[in-house]
């Protein structure tokens, strides 16, 4: 089994780690929620196993970036002036791919859902991303599963809140 530099932190029952993401290509820092080694492993493991060869195989984590890419444009529009974004422009019938170009990840973290136990909880993660043109700007996917949950700007609410799924401002309530 891989080394995720997995430690113990001491409040709220946590475990830091560090994993290589094929998808980004780059090292993204995690934290793991309320569960073990062996659920936090689990979903290191599947982070680490999506990339942009095998990305078709996640199909709601498409639906996911494609509703990022959603809220992306609607900012743009609405906020478009603010920001100095150089040349960036995106087309919502572009490829995930050409997103992902622009996207960097902050932070993930893994949290077991609900009730489950370790071992029945499917993998479960929020990623913070930035928008390198304005690298303040973070947003946020969240996936249970094949169940896509959350996409949108961070608003430091849990993914896994159920009111979150109806908010207006969540672009994945249609995936």
Same mark, same amino acid.
């Given at each position: 089994?891989?080394?995720?530099?997995?430690?113990?932190?001491?409040? %709220?029952?946590?475990?830091?780690?560090?994993?290589?993401?094929?998808? %980004?290509?780059?090292? $993204?820092?995690?934290?793991?929620?309320?569960?073990?080694?062996?659920?936090?492993?689990?979903?290191?493991?599947?982070?680490?196993? $999506?990339?942009?060869?095998?990305?078709?195989?996640?199909?709601?984590?498409?639906?996911?970036?494609?509703?990022? =890419?959603?809220?992306?444009?609607?900012?743009?529009?609405?906020?478009?002036?603010?920001?100095?974004?150089?040349?960036?422009?995106?087309? =919502?019938?572009?490829?995930?791919?050409?997103?992902?170009?622009?996207?960097?990840?902050?932070?993930?973290?893994?949290?077991?859902? =609900?009730?489950?136990?370790?071992?029945?909880?499917?993998?479960?993660?929020?990623?913070?991303?930035?928008?390198?043109?304005?690298?303040?700007? $973070?947003?946020? $996917?969240?996936?249970?599963?094949?169940?896509?949950?959350?996409?949108?700007? %961070?608003? =430091?609410?849990?993914?896994?809140?159920?009111?979150?799924?109806?908010?207006?401002?969540?672009?994945?309530?249609?995936?």
């Amino acid at each position: 089994m891989k080394d995720y530099s997995l430690s113990n932190t001491s409040y %709220f029952n946590c475990l830091d780690g560090r994993l290589e993401s094929p998808l %980004f290509g780059r090292e $993204i820092p995690f934290l793991a929620k309320n569960c073990g080694d062996t659920y936090a492993l689990r979903c290191a493991e599947y982070f680490e196993g $999506i990339t942009l060869e095998n990305l078709a195989e996640y199909p709601a984590l498409i639906k996911l970036f494609a509703a990022l =890419g959603e809220y992306l444009t609607d900012m743009l529009d609405e906020r478009g002036d603010d920001f100095d974004i150089g040349d960036f422009e995106y087309d =919502g019938n572009a490829p995930v791919t050409d997103l992902l170009k622009v996207l960097s990840p902050e932070r993930l973290v893994f949290e077991r859902f =609900g009730y489950l136990t370790d071992e029945d909880c499917p993998p479960a993660f929020s990623l913070k991303l930035s928008f390198d043109p304005v690298p303040d700007e $973070i947003m946020e $996917i969240a996936l249970h599963g094949d169940v896509a949950v959350y996409a949108g700007e %961070f608003r =430091g609410v849990s993914p896994w809140n159920e009111k979150l799924l109806k908010k207006k401002w969540n672009y994945a309530r249609n995936c």
